[in-house]
């Protein structure tokens, strides 16, 4: 059986077993849901059909199956709270801000970990190791929103280099604009995958430095970047993609500080401000979009990981 087939089939029960759970979600809700979308002073026609349109007259079972065909095929249904619209349109408005941020704090940390955990490793203990690693824990050890702040007030308020706050769509102001407005919150996301990427590889890149192929590349006389990046590089990368591979999930459902920071109405924002109004269709299908998305990251890693390491691909047959 193929791998990435395999690979699928495993992922199916954690699927369905993530999708009920967020359909559960309303069952947890204190009280009537709703009652609470609604409010004490709803007549009881407007509550009937409140209910009707949230389906608590049926069993949960069958409106589960409902609710999870009507997702797989793009459709979550309407949200509750005026102004009402379908929230596959609201969860579409927001996902490109939340892919296009993930993409770019992905991108600008691996260009800038990459070669500088190449060059702490082959320079450990020298002093560009010492500066390299200081500084990588000093990164750490602020929080992003801190971080965030501090770029705002340096580079937005100070220098005035990038816009403050609201968002440009490629398709309204052009991509100029829009990568203008997405740098901040996206180095904001970057600077903790920066820290902990270079670390990662710097170990891993050491450790590799010190392997017999490596010491033979010396001998045979290959030059230094070549024995780095083609003979050092690749064997060495694995964990980060891995770790990769998890950050990407986890950048695309936890930027809700760095939407508040900068005024992004991505999927964060969206989820957390119906969660606050009850909206609880559109707080399911925001949740299970987020969770699809992390479990899917995982799997295109599983699936790369295996086919850059021969061991593991072969260790499945």
């Known amino acids: 059986m193929p791998l990435l087939l395999r690979r699928l089939l495993m992922v199916v029960p954690t699927l369905l077993l993530v999708s009920f759970g967020t359909f559960y979600l309303v069952e947890l809700v204190p009280g009537d849901p709703a009652l609470r979308v609604v409010g004490e002073n709803a007549t009881v026609a407007e509550y009937q059909r409140v209910r009707g349109e949230m389906g608590l007259d049926e069993p949960i079972v069958e409106r589960y199956v409902d609710w999870v065909s009507g997702a797989v095929r793009g459709d979550f249904g309407r949200n509750l709270v005026p102004p009402t619209t379908e929230v596959s349109t609201r969860l579409a408005s927001a ?6 941020l993930a993409a770019m704090a992905m991108a600008m940390a691996l260009v800038v970990s990459i070669p500088l955990a190449t060059w702490s490793a082959y320079r450990a203990g020298g002093r560009a190791d010492r500066i390299i690693s200081a500084s990588m824990f000093g990164i750490i050890s602020v929080p992003s929103f801190l971080a965030g702040v501090l770029l705002i007030l340096a580079f937005a ?15 309204d ?24 990427f270079t670390r990662l590889l710097r170990a891993d890149m050491i450790a590799t430095l010190r392997e017999d192929f490596i010491r033979a590349a010396h001998g045979k ?3 230094t970047r070549h024995i780095l990046i083609r003979e050092a590089l690749r064997p060495s990368s694995f964990s980060l993609v891995t770790l990769a591979g998890v950050s990407i999930g986890r950048l695309i459902g936890g930027t809700v500080i760095v939407e508040q920071l900068f005024s992004l109405p991505g999927l964060g924002q969206t989820v957390v401000g119906a969660a606050r109004a009850n909206d609880f269709t559109l707080v399911q299908g925001g949740v299970l979009v987020i969770a699809v998305g992390y479990i899917l990251s995982n799997l295109a890693v599983d699936v790369l990981y295996s086919y850059l390491d021969p061991r593991v691909r072969r260790g499945h047959r």
């Not at 308020?157 to 490629?170: D, K, S, V, Y």
């Not at 604009?177 to 970057?190: C, D, G, M």
């Open 173 to 196: 102001q052009g991509w100029g604009q829009n990568l203008s407005h997405a740098f901040l919150p996206a180095l904001t996301l970057a600077l903790t995958e920066i820290a902990v």
């Open 95 to 100: 996902i490109p801000i939340n892919l296009q």
């Open 221 to 223: 006389g290959l030059p």
């Open 157 to 171: 308020i100070t220098w005035r280099i990038f816009p403050l706050g609201q968002w440009a769509r490629p398709s």
